[in-house]
């Protein structure tokens, strides 16, 4: 079974930046893709970003779009979430989930299999 554990999580300024890891146990990911999800306090969960199994096809939600970047490590077992610019309405929860398939389709939740237990991100004005 694979477990996914994120980290990097803390409080941060708005304007700064945190690098987010989701490292992978127990069996490899490498042929799936995987992608970062958030809930914020009140808030239903939303996804963030998605990237295929290879690195080549990634999405992003509109809202953080030209902010973050998602990325892997395959020979690490490791997905990447670099956060910059950061906003106060990037305060939330963030989980990292592998997807049942190779290429993502988005926003759907529906194909994801394996989540995380989640990092806690603040950013404070």
């Known amino acids: 079974q694979v477990q996914l554990l994120e980290s990097g999580g803390g409080l941060v300024q708005a304007g700064g930046s945190l690098r987010l890891s989701c490292a992978a146990s127990g069996r490899t990911v490498s042929r799936y893709a995987m992608g970062w999800f958030r809930r914020a306090p009140g808030k239903e969960r939303e996804f963030v970003s998605a990237l295929s199994w290879n690195g080549q096809s990634s999405f992003y939600a509109d809202s953080v779009k030209g902010r973050f970047t998602i990325s892997r490590d395959n020979g690490k077992n490791t997905l990447i979430l670099q956060m910059t610019s950061l906003k106060t309405e990037d305060t939330a929860v963030y989980y990292c989930?592998?997807?049942?398939?190779?290429?993502?389709?988005?926003?759907?939740?529906?194909?994801?299999?394996?989540w995380g237990q989640g990092t806690q991100v603040t950013v404070s004005s």
């Open positions: 989930a592998k997807d049942s398939r190779a290429f993502s389709s988005g926003q759907s939740e529906d194909f994801y299999d394996v």
